[in-house]
């Protein structure tokens, strides 16, 4: 009778979560598509138009925005959503996602705080161990001071490593010191960031960031295929030219991946894999609305969206495309960083009923998962990226959920999306610490919470509008 009572609370709990997540997703979907259909006209709508990243005129108009004394990020967001110059790269990802300051004068400061901060959580969390694919980490912690599903995380993450850069992208020859420094990131990460803590993909979201930033070095000069050229010499070759240079980067690796997963923690809310399920759900109403014979044929041979798309959301399609079309990609992502988990589900959609003809010609259910688990896009080139992120763009103007939003009181769709979101998170974290003392908990949408209720919660962000 314990075990089925015990069984039941847990069935409801997970009950819970799933409706939750579901909740929030139905709440920030409609205003975050207006808000990218709305900065979606700073935007060509073909491949045609997009510009290539690597011409003169991209690179000059970089090079100005870049080199300013105070960097204006809506015209840089602009510009890198068509792609940005392999050489410039590093520095846009680093200014898109927050963490270098707009003003120049103010970035040494801001990098020497950052950085020895990242070394102090190391030291916190007791991150700084050396991960071996078998055992334990050979930490001396004091006693009952061992942080909370430390060991599973640590044998989780210290399995994966090797699968990490073997399924990626061999840029490193292999290097161990490549993979414990992947390691060290993944695990504070993780222990930082319990909500969500560690799943399989982290490390590649890792390895792509650490592939960007590596490319800046002087010896590479932005192209990320040099890398490949020096093999297992690359640590000795960097550090001789520059001692610190991968001590910073990997701090600087882990504070943007810290901001990539912010916006993903809205999404995901308390319950990574229902979040997922969310997004994937979401997905297939697109598909069904774009191209229903896809999908009801799909659905005659019973082949759901999970059984090839988890990968897809997971870790942002790394690892279906190469490094190239990858980072152009991302490039796209970085330019609306605050509504990217979202429009990344559309992405995901545009890509699956591009290959709608030959989907339908495939016969049987192991036909269409093979093919669907290995799609065909090795030969992909910048312009099939940007034709990639067009469709998904239409796909999100035809959404009815951006047309019902941009209805919204007639206020600019982002401050409508950003208000919206920071009121959602407030409201799902406000109820998590109400439900754990046994109060009861009346919903935000009736307008009935009292103000001495929120003393001592989390503060909602003031922005502007």
Known sequence: DDEAQAQQQQQRQQGGKAVLARSAWRSLERVAAAAIAQQSGWFATGAAKFPSPETSATCELFSRLLFAEVVDLDQLKSASWTGVPARYRSLVWKLLSGYLPVNTRDRTPALFHKRAQYHSLLARYHCDVVFHPTGDPTVNFPPNSVPKGYLNMYREIAVDLPRTLADGFELFGGLNE??????????????????????QGLSDWVL???????????????????????GSSFY????????????????????????LMDEMKYFLADDFEQGVVSMMNKMNAIVAQEDSPLHDYMESQDCRTGQF??????????????IDTCFRLW?????????????H??????????????????????????????????????????????????????????????????????????????VTLWRYNAERRVKKIG??????????????????SDPLPVRDG
């Open 439 to 456: 109060w009861e908990v009346i919903r935000c949408r009736c307008g009935t919470a009292r103000q001495e209720d929120r003393v001592g």
């Open 236 to 259: 000795s070759a960097v550090g001789e030219a520059s001692p610190k240079f991968m001590e910073n980067t990997e701090a600087d690796v882990y504070w943007v991946l810290t901001r």
């Open 208 to 230: 792509v960031l650490l592939l960007c930033f590596c490319s800046e070095h002087p010896l590479f000069q932005g192209d990320v295929h040099q890398i490949a050229k020096l």
């Open 309 to 322: 798309a988890f990968r897809w959301m997971v870790c942002l399609l790394w690892r279906e495309l190469t």
């Open 331 to 343: 490039d796209t992502y970085l330019a609306q960083l605050d509504f990217f988990p979202h429009f």
């Open 178 to 199: 490549v993979q414990q420094l992947i390691g060290r990131i993944t695990l504070l990460w993780s222990l930082a960031n319990p909500s969500i803590s560690y799943f």
């Open 345 to 422: 589900v559309y992405v995901c959609a545009a890509l699956f009923v591009s290959f709608s003809e030959t989907l339908l010609d495939k016969k049987d259910f192991v036909e269409l998962v093979t093919f669907l688990q290995n799609l065909p896009l090795l030969q992909w080139k910048n312009a099939d990226v940007a034709q990639l992120t067009s469709t998904a763009l239409r796909l999100l103007q035809l959404d009815p959920c951006t047309h019902e939003a941009e209805e919204a009181d007639g206020a600019p769709a982002e401050d409508v999306w950003r208000a919206r979101r920071d």
